[in-house]
Nanobody
Framework: EVQLVESGGGLVQPGGSLRLACEGSGFNFGITAMSWARQRPGKGVEWIGTINSAGIVSSYPASVKGRFTGSRDNANNMVYMQLNNVTAADTAVYYC?????????RGQGTRVTVAS
């Protein structure tokens, strides 16, 4: 059974940083591309990046490019998303998802609130 468990969310001030984590299990993690997605209040789920099995992120959408950075640790079945210079518009529930350019299947999410 595929399981994806996100963590690391919380309250962060505008301009601050946060690192989100996702642990995957139930599939061959080391050869699987993983994606990140988010759902802002009142909006649909938005893809925000894919990291391939080698740890390379080919692109980010304009909404996060230059501020968010994905990484992974295949030895521990983990993917990460570093959020820097966040703004109120980054307030959302963040998910990791299985596969490239994917928003599903995804975990239960971790909530990030950007506020002073």
């Amino acid at each position: 059974e595929v399981q994806l468990v996100e963590s690391g969310g919380g309250l962060v001030q505008p301009g601050g940083s946060l690192r989100l984590a996702c642990e995957g299990s139930g599939f061959n993690f080391g050869i699987t591309a993983m994606s990140w997605a988010r759902q802002r209040p009142g909006k649909g789920v938005e893809w925000i990046g894919t990291i391939n099995s080698a740890g390379i992120v080919s692109s980010y959408p304009a909404s996060v490019k230059g501020r968010f950075t994905g990484s992974r640790d295949n030895a521990n079945n983990m993917v990460y998303m570093q959020l820097n210079n966040v703004t109120a518009a980054d307030t959302a529930v963040y998910y990791c998802a299985l596969g490239p350019n994917s928003i599903s299947p995804r975990g239960q999410g971790t909530r990030v609130t950007v506020a002073s």
